[in-house]
């Protein structure tokens, strides 16, 4: 009730003052006419009255604030002081402003893709209790591979531990909506799918057992965004026929449209059913899961150990040795590298706040020194110290607070920005968004930044000496000089360190960038397609169409480019005598090649001779061997007309040629095994051409698609990239890391320089009139200017040596994601040093030169 | 100013305004000439306390203030006990019964 009337109370406070005065001056009125009537004449009895009455001034203020929330009116006071504060030096706040916006803005935008990405529970119902199931073959050696559908059923069925166990591939569908074809990214899946994810259908319904038995070929659910773009939200578009990959569909539902995970899948199709004539031994499908609430990990784990022995009894041929684990699928979906990286781009950008934050309170802790007279005052008439600290640190909030405001705006902006690009193939950028948390971390960031910048201003008011205050010609105390000293340094340590983390991470990235890929990439065009049953005759007759085209040098099919998404591996024993038992295996990455490739790619051929179309399915199997492969299998003897197995199986090829080693996945590796196989034998589903050029690449795609709608209008091309873009491609993380990294170092450059401009020409401005009676009593210019230099080079010595320090230490941190690189790089620490030497010397440069050339009398009179 | 007169705590400041305003309804002035009678003199109120405490009473609903007109016709704000004010004044009477009670036990086995 009272803390309620107090509060009203703040609003009233004229009325209350005015009332207020009213009272005491009756009750003054009273006392007087009451000492008259004991005797006392006119004026004494006033002044009687008075003296017993005591100070009515402060009474009224004690009055005033024991019914008012004084804090709170001092706050809106102190809050009116600090705008007209910031309106009297507009250069000033604008500059302070608009730093503490960029860098809360861009720490808040860092904050809400951490927070959407890594801190936020995946869109799914109970997603701790979600894995990945992966087989594994520890005997050779792998540790990760895609799951053999018949395994997956048979787990299905005798398995306890899950709620659901789902199926699904990704394949390419080839739809016919309107004219063109189209290429629609395409989920076929086992019935567990949707109740996994939480899918949900909102118009229709799923397949139900009779449509997932049969499998594919029979009905489809379509995505939200389908239904709305092509469809027009039509609820009539049940039962209608949909042309997937030549095969009609009925449309029997519309998925809901929050997809989650999943988001950007258009097509949902029931997975081939169990009856399906499958080969166990063929691992191409993946297998999520959600365990039972009262099951856990340790649990299922065995449980799934158990079946996978009880199978591998079962079926020896194809699943002797074959085992199943599983990890969560965060760790899948959002992998570590990515986590790390995110958390050193927030780290990074929280440090250039910490710099932004030091800057400022550096600049404020000059501004306050130079109201020393001023605080001096206040506190010689009263007023309390804690007052004074409340009032700078008000201003300096009104200030912060603007600035937070319009750095929170900018980062609303920059998020709503983000979510439109495509991020690199960032996992859940779909889901970058504001919410709670990161509003909550913005305000707290703001009011962090404001405290901390706040504090040195604050206390160099607060121990304000007045006796030195009051005197003329008053100059900063040697402790607030240390405190400007000491931000400064800091400053100076935390730009090192960012300085010198950018360039760690260019450096990497430019080593990773000039690694020998084993391939040229530049003028190739790599294009995709699905030609399904219509396979080999139309992609030879599509090859050729394209080799008679005009600056096409070469062409070549394989079933995946390097640096492509799609992987393929396969483990390889050797037949007969060779460095590692028959019984043993290297795991191997693999592709199948048509006979241009090696030339189209300029992989060397080192040994023997690549495929030609003679290499089919009547001819012997052959296979070539890249050089590691024929090293690990047979050291330096010749490889060519030994025989390899991959796979284990009974199928035997003969070694044909070598070639170069090829870097096709991570270019930070070296390079793996490698083997290929003719594409004259075997046609994968979905192909790649590569075709080089003797220009420019992407000049040739649209002669690619109009020589294939020539043979098939209804066969879409997509993928359409250079090899130059897909390598890009693979280095894009880190090049975005570098970069980002390197802009948030120069900002911190740049303010740090201001900074320290600002800090030297003060402290010459100050010492001015020190300066001018040296020089006038004969001290030469050099002599004045030294204890100047002395203290900037002691400063810029501690800051940067702290930095080096701390850049040691954050290299360090990173050592396991620099590649190319040592953490300890001199390169990087060189040019984070010198450059922050260098800008202080260029920063305290101008101001010294002006100390120099000053007129002592000019600077006699500086006031 | 207290000279040999006793100094006064606040909360007791407050059990004597409201004791003060327990039969009729007085302005500031009023109330500290009543509370240095009821005392025999002994007791001066601090006007820096009065007004203060008054303030708070009333921010605290136990008194209210009425602009009304003096015994000799001047303008004055009167004070009066609120019905919370009453119950107030008889829980903080009884409170005080209780400490002194007590401060003298302890005093007479000191």
């Known amino acids: 009730m009272i803390l309620l009337r107090q509060f009203l109370n703040l609003f009233r406070r004229r009325k209350l003052d005015a009332e207020m005065a009213e009272e005491m001056r009756l009750h003054l009125e009273m006392q007087a006419e009451r000492n008259r009537a004991a005797g006392m004449n006119t004026d004494e009895a006033r002044y009687a009255a008075l003296r017993q009455f005591g100070n009515v001034a402060s009474m009224q203020e004690r009055a005033r604030d024991a019914r008012t929330w004084r804090w709170l009116a001092d706050a809106v006071t102190d809050a009116r ?342 991020l690199l193939g960032l996992p859940r950028a779909n889901e970058i968004s504001l919410d709670g948390r990161v509003l909550a971390f913005a305000v707290l960031a703001t009011v962090a930044t404001g405290v901390a910048a706040a504090l040195a201003p604050a206390f160099a008011a607060a121990r304000v000496n007045v006796q030195h205050g009051l005197k003329d010609g008053a100059a900063a105390g040697t402790s607030r000089q240390r405190g400007r000293q000491l931000l400064m340094a800091g400053q100076l340590a935390l730009a090192v360190v960012l300085l010198a983390t950018a360039a760690l991470l260019f450096r990497s990235f430019s080593r990773l960038q000039s690694t020998e890929l084993g391939f040229q990439a530049n003028r190739v065009l790599t294009a995709r397609l699905a030609p399904g049953d219509r396979g080999r005759a139309l992609v030879e007759q599509w090859i050729e169409r394209v080799r008679a085209l005009p600056s096409v040098e070469a062409v070549a099919v394989t079933n995946s480019a390097p640096m492509a998404p799609q992987n393929t591996s396969n483990s390889v024993f050797p037949v007969g005598a060779a460095r590692i038992p028959t019984t043993e295996s290297v795991q191997c990455e693999w592709r199948v090649v048509s006979e241009d490739f090696f030339h189209a790619m300029r992989i060397p051929l080192l040994k023997g001779r690549s495929f030609t179309r003679a290499d089919n399915e009547q001819a012997p199997r052959v296979a070539i061997v890249n050089q590691t492969l024929a090293r690990q299998l047979w050291g330096d003897e010749d490889p060519i007309g030994r025989q390899i197995n991959p796979g284990g199986g009974k199928t035997y090829s003969t070694v044909i040629g070598v070639v170069g080693d090829v870097r096709s996945r991570n270019p930070g590796q070296p390079p793996a095994p490698q083997f290929y196989l003719s594409a004259h034998r075997w046609v994968w589903n979905t192909m790649t051409l590569v075709v080089r050029s003797d220009r420019a690449a992407n000049d040739l795609a649209p002669a690619l698609r109009t020589e294939l709608r020539a043979l098939d209008p209804t066969m879409p091309l997509f993928d359409v990239r250079t090899l130059d873009e897909s390598v890009g491609l693979t280095l894009a993380p880190r090049r975005v890391s570098a970069q980002l990294l390197i802009v948030f170092a120069v900002l911190a450059v740049v303010l740090t320089m201001t900074g320290l401009f600002a800090m030297v020409a003060h402290a010459v401005a100050q010492r001015m009139r020190e300066v001018g009676i040296r020089l006038a009593l004969g001290a030469s210019p050099r002599d004045v200017a030294l204890p100047l230099l002395r203290d900037t080079l002691r400063v810029t010595g501690a800051g940067v040596g702290f930095g080096l320090v701390g850049a040691v230490l954050v290299g360090q941190m990173l050592r396991g994601t620099l590649e190319g690189v040592s953490s300890l790089d001199p390169f990087s620490l060189l040019v984070a040093v010198g450059t922050l030497f260098l800008v202080a010397l260029a920063a305290g440069y101008w101001p010294m030169r002006r100390a120099l050339r000053v007129d002592p009398l000019v600077a006699l009179r500086a006031e | 100013m207290a000279n040999n007169k006793a100094d006064l705590l606040q909360g007791t400041l407050d059990l004597l305004i409201l004791k003060s305003l327990q039969n009729e309804p007085m302005h500031g002035f009023g109330i500290s000439l009543r509370i240095q009678q009821m005392s025999k003199e002994m007791l001066t109120v601090e006007q820096g306390s009065l007004y203060p405490a008054l303030y708070r009473l009333e921010d605290q609903g136990w008194i209210k203030s009425e602009w009304g007109v003096s015994e000799n016709n001047r303008k004055a704000k009167f004070y009066s006990l609120t019905t919370s004010g009453r119950k107030q004044l008889a829980t903080e009477e009884q409170s005080w019964a209780k400490l002194s009670t007590a401060i003298n036990l302890v005093l007479g086995n000191a």
């Open chain 1, 81 to 422: 002081l600090g705008l007209r504060l910031l309106v009297k030096e507009p250069l000033f706040s604008l500059l302070g402003i608009v730093a503490i916006a960029g860098s809360i803005g861009a720490t808040t935008t860092l904050f809400s893709v951490v927070n959407s990405i890594v801190m936020r529970p995946l869109p799914m119902p109970e997603p701790e209790r979600v894995v990945q199931v992966w087989e594994k073959n520890p005997g050779r050696g792998i540790t990760q591979f895609s799951v053999s559908f018949m395994n997956f059923l048979d787990w299905h069925r005798r398995s306890t531990s899950w709620a659901q166990l789902a199926a699904a591939e990704f394949p390419a569908s080839n739809v016919i909506l309107g004219n063109e074809p189209e290429r629609l990214r395409t989920v076929a899946h086992t019935r567990d799918w949707f109740p996994l994810f939480g899918l949900r259908v909102q118009v229709g319904r799923a397949p139900d057992e009779a449509e997932f038995q049969k499998g594919v070929g029979g009905v489809v659910v379509i995505s939200d965004r389908l239904w709305r773009t092509r469809f027009a939200a039509d609820r009539s578009v049940m039962g209608r026929a949909l042309v997937v990959n030549g095969a009609p569909h009925t449309i029997v539902g519309v998925a809901g449209p929050d997809l989650g995970v999943l988001d950007g899948m258009d097509l949902f199709v029931p997975l081939r059913g169990g009856g399906r004539n499958a080969d166990r031994g063929a691992h191409d499908v993946d297998v999520y899961g959600r365990l039972r609430p009262d099951v856990d990990r340790g649990t299922a784990e065995a449980e799934l150990a158990a079946l996978a022995a009880q199978l591998a009894r079962e079926f020896p041929e194809s699943n002797d040795g074959w085992s199943a684990r599983f990890e969560p699928i965060f760790d899948t979906l959002v992998p570590p590298e990515i986590r790390r990286g995110l958390w050193l781009l927030l780290g990074a950008v929280a440090v250039l706040l910490l710099v932004a934050c030091t800057n400022l309170a550096g600049l404020l802790l000059a501004r306050a020194s130079a109201r020393t007279r001023e605080f001096a005052v206040r506190v010689a008439l009263g007023g309390g110290r804690g007052r004074l600290v409340r009032q700078m640190m008000a201003e300096t909030m009104v200030m912060v607070a603007l600035g937070g405001a319009l750095g929170g705006w900018l980062a609303a902006s920059s998020v709503q920005l983000l979510r439109g690009l495509d």
